[in-house]
């Protein structure tokens, strides 16, 4: 390892000299931290590898993620791969309304008071405004806000009230599918196939040799 | 942040855009596809290659690095295991991505006792990285022959009938069963199913949830699996071989505790192996957009036990991996970037391939240019070419980058590259196992008991994988698996033994193979070498 151009950090508590360019995982790795348990993807989508960090000169403490956030002199840093949250026990298919029970099912949604604490979103969501419409019962807009999150739950470790916005956003969007309209389209197919409209066709081509199956995609075109 | 050399290299991407944006390329015509392909699509670079020597695919061609751990002895010491079960359960499944969370669920749900082991935790998996879509023929204009027809002919017809018939056609009740348990796709105005178009598609049928399809699936997976109380799961506790019975059968796994770095036996009626791919084995030296536990551990426990493997010579390169920032070194940057007219350019900023060609010929077109001498070097001393992202914004507006990739926006924003004003460094990056261990229609594979769904498993994209299929394919054969070793509950698993193991390794040593490997790997190891 060559450390000529190396920075200094304070790694889980630890200062050390480490490689400039590096990642907080790769640093940890670096220096002989066998970390599996805040490990997953390494593409940043899957939460496993929250970081808590302090920049150098910086008054705020800030949150990412350890295979995103890459390394710079006087960084102190250590891992929070994984933060106590309450998951509530439903079963989504034996509820008729299940979006009625969510004041019984998350009843700590309803003390969040909007202080804003928890959006340190590694995935920039504004968690403040999803909880707030969830509270509002605009359910569109919460669940329109958390495509992107990734479960890594650094909202619920700043939550005062000990909400897990990532649980309650999650129920609400599981929720709102099964209220919603079935898609026509798919109405459609399930139908047809019920009626083995295409199994005959099917059976067909899927007795094709292979050159008569070629000549067969050929005349397809495109639908 | 792009410096030195590369901000030069820039200045020519720069220069040429307004040229290039009236340029043609034309289709490369079959044979000179093929010639391209022959010359640098890794997978026919012969060296690279060489047949097995023992074992049910004795004589079958496989990557160095399959062949390596298939022709070793495991540093497990397997004389000195104690084989009395610690747990008993009636489905085990080993992985905990999309396909074995699916297999768990719907074996539960057929009133089986499930036990659920994964190597880092549940939902850590390929699946959560599925970002474009998934294959589902719901669109009025589509039908399932049409999907049949497209998956044979993207695999070069070398998958099997009944598996891309089992396929197709469990595609629509599949989808039915995810809305159901929550899951929420994107829709049109009056409520449909929203379907797009891809590359080697034929009708509008990738179904998808923003540009995070994967993720939010897994997401109400992992949540539906912890409110069915008949499912345990065990996380960070890898499967490191397979148990059989006196009469060959598979029944149950010896799972190592990486906590308490001891091993322990779970025996089961009946085991899904769901465990993924082997893109983390780096075939070749490639970069790869695969998880951090991808490192092929089905191939080798199974191939033990003596599972029938089929296609492990084939791997999906896609050709624009992120080579530079290096913390993002193999990242994948979508098809859809091409699909809306980005540009691979090389070191003079000009094009080399119609950059909608299917991904192996642009991979190995992408290769070409690098070993060529016509990369973009980065300052450790790789090489790659660049995608034309700015082009995007001048031909779709402002902003549609940051609208439609988010993720990656983002993830390039937090080491300062501006993808709508900077380009993409890339390099092809090995992406899928198009092979694995054979199975039937069920997700059985030739040996009784034994069950494969997800990447692991073989025989369904044959020589080549289109865009979505993999993620239907993940439910479909983790349902089927699921149900039907969940049959099994009822079966008598007999004693635990390592027999297959013993017989295994005494075909080595008649073959005066005394090598020893890590394996299944379970971990790769990480040389940080950068500087």
Redesign the interface.
Known sequence: MNLANSITIELEGRKIKVPEGLTVIESLWDTGHDVKRGVGCLSGLCGACTVVYLEKDSKKVRFGLGCQKVIEDGLIVIMLPYFPSRVAHYLLTSMDSPLQHLAEIYSELYTCNDCKACNVCPEWIDVARVMKAAKDEDYETATNHITDCIMCGLCASRCPKGIAPQHVALFIQRALVVERLFPPNLHQRLSEMESLKFEQELARVAAMGTDELESYCHTLGEA | MYSGAMSDAIEKVNATRERRKLEQIALLPEEAAQKLLNSYHPDYRESAFRNLRVGVNCGARTTHEIADLLESFSDLDYTKIDLRPEYDTDVLVLGGGGAGATAALFAESNGARVMLATK??L????T??AMGGMQV??????????H???T??AGK?AGR??L??AL??DG??I??WL???????D?DA????L?KKAGGI???RLIS??D?TG??IM??L???I??RDSIEVSE?TPAVELTTNEAGECNGAVLFD?GRKRHFVVRAKAVVLATGGSGRLHMQGFPT?N???ATGDALVIAYRAGARLEGVDSFQYHPTGVMF????VG??VTEAIRSLGGHLLNAKGERFVNELETRDICAAAVIRECENGNGVMTRSGKGGVWLDTPLIEEISGKGVLRKRF??LY??LM??KIDISKQPLLVFPTLHYQNGGILIDKNGETTVKNLFVAGEAAGGIHGRNRVMGNALLDIFVFGKRSGLAASEKRFNDPGKVTLTHVYSYYNMLKSLRISSVAKSPTL?PE?I????
């Open positions: 880092l935790r939902g850590n998996s390929n959560i990285m023929s719901v669109d009025e204009r589509d039908s399932p022959v049409r049949y027809c497209d044979m002919a017809f009938e009944c891309v018939k197709v056609n629509p009740q989808v039915k809305l159901d348990i929550g899951v929420d796709f829709r009056i409520g449909n199913l379907t034929s009708a509008p949830i923003g995070h993720l939010n997401k109400v992992k949540d539906e912890g409110m960070f990486l957009s998880n951090f536990g920032p290096e913390h993002m990242v994948l988010p993720s983002r993830h937090r080491v971990f990480f940080v070498n950068k500087l």
